[in-house]
């Protein structure tokens, strides 16, 4: 069990250390979004990955907020970035 949880947190700490690069060195601003994205579901990974070692679900309603907060800083991002197509645009 021990092995498989240091397995895991090498592997989110690698994924962590790529999404932050990304996000210092992106050339656009969609890739620094998205890095971001990355960076937060890893995050969400690793407090899932504590909660079942611990086997307590206090984290819970932590992770549900940080997934909301990912898919909705995401649909933003692509939302409000120039270059999005609009459909209520199109139709006008």
């Not at 086997?55 to 997934?67: A, M």
Request: negative net charge.
């Amino acid at each position: 069990m021990t092995i498989t949880l240091l397995v895991a947190a090498a592997m989110l700490f690698v994924g962590a250390v790529c999404a932050l690069a990304r996000m210092t060195m992106g050339p656009t601003v969609l890739d620094r979004a998205v890095a971001l994205d990355v960076f937060v579901a890893l995050g969400i990974c690793g407090l899932a990955i504590q909660a079942a070692h611990s086997r307590h679900t206090f984290t819970l309603p932590l992770l549900l907020v940080l997934t909301l907060l990912g898919f909705v800083g995401s649909v933003s991002v692509a939302r409000f970035t120039q270059g999005s197509d609009d459909i209520e645009e199109d139709q006008a």
